[in-house]
């Protein structure tokens, strides 16, 4: 039986969806091809008429997140620049829901370990979404002191998916909390000390 190409893109994206939310519960690791059809509704040999392994999902998985969460991280920012850009953008990810949802917060800490020993493929994934990201930052949140606007982008890309990593890391501790409250301190104070007051 022969499906329309609008099938076939629509089980395409349940797998991806699947695929993320076990990554995010189970990591690379755990989630393996059997898991991720089985959540998705599917048959495991359906699988490769879609991936052509279980790092190539992880690759279009990565893809798919950076362009799924354009609109969770922009929208409605567009015409903001500067700190009145920085401050919602920073607080719509550093804070306990992106922590603590597992079925919907962010795929990044839960796969970045495996991206470091990942595919050329997996690893080009996640550098154009990077890219892509960082471009996006660079438009709203210009360089200053010395630090060029790439430079600030990445650095906040950077902070962002690290403190994220360490606050899921260290969940149900108080050390956890502490380190979101700290990395949106230091990104909203422009990753800079503050000045010392005067005598």
Not at 51 to 59: C, N, R
């Amino acid at each position: 039986m022969r499906y329309a190409p609008e099938h076939k893109q629509a089980t395409r994206e349940r797998i991806l969806s699947a695929a993320q939310t076990l990554f995010r519960k189970e990591g690379f690791a755990g989630a393996s091809v059997e898991r991720v059809m089985k959540a998705a509704g599917l048959t495991v040999g359906g699988f490769y008429a879609h991936f052509a392994s279980k790092e190539t999902l992880l690759a279009e998985s990565v893809r798919a997140f950076f362009q799924q969460q354009q609109v969770r991280w922009f929208g409605g920012l567009e015409e903001l620049r500067g700190a009145d850009f920085l401050d919602p953008f920073v607080r719509r990810y550093l804070n306990h829901h992106i922590r603590d949802n597992m079925e919907t917060g962010c795929v990044m800490p839960s796969v970045l370990s495996d991206l470091t020993r990942g595919t050329p493929e997996a690893r080009e994934a996640l550098a154009q979404g990077l890219e892509t990201l960082a471009d996006e930052l660079r438009a709203h949140v210009p360089g200053e002191g010395g630090v060029t606007g790439r430079q600030r982008a990445l650095a906040t890309v950077a902070l962002l998916f690290g403190a994220m990593t360490l606050a899921r890391a260290t969940k149900h501790l108080p050390l956890s909390d502490e380190i979101l409250e700290a990395a949106r301190a230091f990104l909203l104070a422009g990753g800079a000390p503050p000045p010392k007051k005067r005598h």
